[in-house]
């Protein structure tokens, strides 16, 4: 059964960055997308966006579109999520997690989300 | 965007009780495109229904979805003691949304 486990908490101040990573483990990596779900504290979860590694498609939340970069490194089964321009209100739990996907070669559409990474505490103060 | 609200907010029931959550949804969800997950505090969600009514591997039998449109609904038909956590729905007709979640509680 496949496993994503995500890399430490982070601390960063208001307009940095901060790249979490997913990397997968126990199935095939390329042909399932993986996508970026956060949970602000006591609230309910937001997607961002997600990629279907195989050919290198995104597909993002509106709300994040210019600030969120996802790409995965296929090599080592890696899925990585870049926000910028961070401010407080980006203070969450960030998931990954895979999804069939439906895609071509040229789009991507979300479907639902199994399994899920145990989630990177992001904590943005200054 | 589609907009999805869970009822009730909070649901107090006892164990072995009957409990039933909504989501409804601003816009008609395309072919049910419709999952359910569970959260346990400090943990990561997992997937119990997807397609509105398709249970997910492993996922008891007391657990069961359905709806269609705009109407969805998840039952659990006799609530075991690990039951009482918090449950949200997603949709995946367009860009994926999620409700804001029921929280189960013993009552």
């Known amino acids: 059964q496949v496993q994503l486990v995500q890399s430490g908490a982070e601390v960063k101040k208001p307009g940095s960055s901060v790249k979490v990573s997913c990397k997968a483990s126990g199935g095939t990596f390329s042909n399932y997308a993986i996508n970026w779900v956060r949970q602000a504290p006591g609230q309910g979860l937001e997607w961002m966006g997600g990629i279907i590694p195989i050919f290198g498609i995104s597909k993002y939340a509106q709300k994040f579109q210019g600030r969120v970069t996802i790409a995965t490194d296929e090599s080592t089964s890696t899925a990585y999520m870049e926000l910028s321009s961070l401010r407080s209100e980006d203070t969450a739990v960030y998931y990954c997690?895979?999804?069939?996907?439906?895609?071509?070669?040229?789009?991507?559409?979300?479907?639902?989300?199994?399994?899920w990474g145990q989630g990177t505490r992001v904590t943005v103060s200054s | 965007e589609i907009v999805l609200t869970q009822s009730p907010g909070t649901l107090s029931l006892s164990p072995g009780e009957r409990a039933t959550l909504s989501c409804r949804a601003t816009?008609?969800?395309?072919?049910?495109?419709l999952a359910w997950y569970q959260q346990k505090p400090g943990q990561a969600p997992r997937l119990l229904i997807y397609g509105a009514s398709n249970r997910a591997t492993g996922i008891p039998d007391r657990f069961s979805g359905s709806g269609s449109g705009t109407n969805f609904t998840l039952t659990i038909s006799r609530l075991e003691p690990e039951d009482f956590v918090v449950y949200h729905c997603?949709?995946?007709?367009?860009?994926?949304?999620f409700g804001q979640g029921t929280k189960v509680e013993i009552k």
């Open positions: 997603q949709q995946y007709g367009s860009s994926p949304t």
């Open positions: 816009q008609s969800v395309s072919s049910s495109y």
């Open positions: 997690a895979r999804d069939r996907g439906w895609y071509s070669s040229s789009w991507y559409h979300p479907t639902w989300f199994d399994p």
